[in-house]
């Protein structure tokens, strides 16, 4: 049985992620420290002889007594409010993280994938953005400690690649949203979701004419599964490619929730991107990918999620 690893593994993408590996017939081993990952979302999959889950910080080296065939690099903080809160914690996961995994995969003689980001675009100056593009990152303002910690962890996979011949992958992920997001990260979807549904103001950052681009979960996943069985080293973007601003994205929460919820205007923060938006044609090409969930099918899933959350519990 092929045996995958996966960092962050408790978290939102990470799970879904454990789930696919799993219907793929792999032995999943998650490891999670629970900063920013929830219990909640592996639950379902504990009682199982194919799954484990050990709780760890992977900036602290580690090891693992069984043989190991994928290492997938899940771990990280991934929203605003979590690295704006965690900053040496995101530093530290993205490059000592980076790092020990790494060497994990060395020794075991496993592929290695690096879960990066559009964000290592910054606030881009090319667009829409290509695999080719450098980006525009501020390294020292106040997202310069997630969006360097990618560029640095991408730098080390190469690293690892050229000079040690270690098989491995890069996908950078776009905006991505789906059941499992945390109510309150921080993030557009969840943020819109849950206020929409308290019938408070949807909070837009600056006049809300800022664009992002939507890859609903379960098309992530499919291009991280063909890109980890791809022969591609090179970085590749995953994401949605139909672009829309923050304004047109609000309203259309507000139509699929039927909200009378109004919008609140607040300031911009600090180098947060103005646009964003993927370049998939390499993809399509190395992976024959593209996302086949429409926006509104996603969303409708994703509020159902949210409206569980809100449920009393039994008990």
Known sequence: MTTSLVTGGAGFLGSHLCDRLLAESHRVICVDNLLTGNPANIAHLTARD???FIKHDVSIPFEVDESVD???????????????????????????????????AKSKGARYL?????????????????????????????????????????AMVMAYHRYHGLDSRIVRIFNTYGPRMRPHDGR???????????????TVFGDGRQTRSFCYVSDLVEGIWRLLMSQHSEPVNIGNPTEMTILEFAQTILDLLGSNSEVGFHPLPVDDPKTRQPDIALARSI?????????????????????????????
């Open 50 to 52: 194919d799954f484990r």
């Open 70 to 104: 994928n290492v997938l690099h899940f771990a990280s903080p991934a929203s605003p409010i979590d690295y704006l809160e965690l900053p040496i914690q995101t530093l530290k996961v993205g490059s000592l993280g980076t790092h020990n995994t790494l060497g994990l």
């Open 114 to 154: 690096l879960a990066s980001t559009s964000e290592v675009y910054g606030d881009p100056l090319v667009h829409p953005q290509p695999e080719t593009y450098w980006g525009n990152v501020n390294p020292v303002g106040p997202r310069g400690v997630y969006d360097e910690a990618k560029r640095f962890a991408e």
């Open 188 to 202: 557009a979807v969840p943020a819109f979701i849950q206020q929409a549904l308290d019938g408070e103001p949807l």
């Open 287 to 315: 992976l024959d990918w593209e996302p086949e969930v429409l926006l509104r099918d996603g969303l409708a899933k994703t509020i159902d999620y949210f409206r569980t959350l809100c449920l009393p519990q039994k008990g």
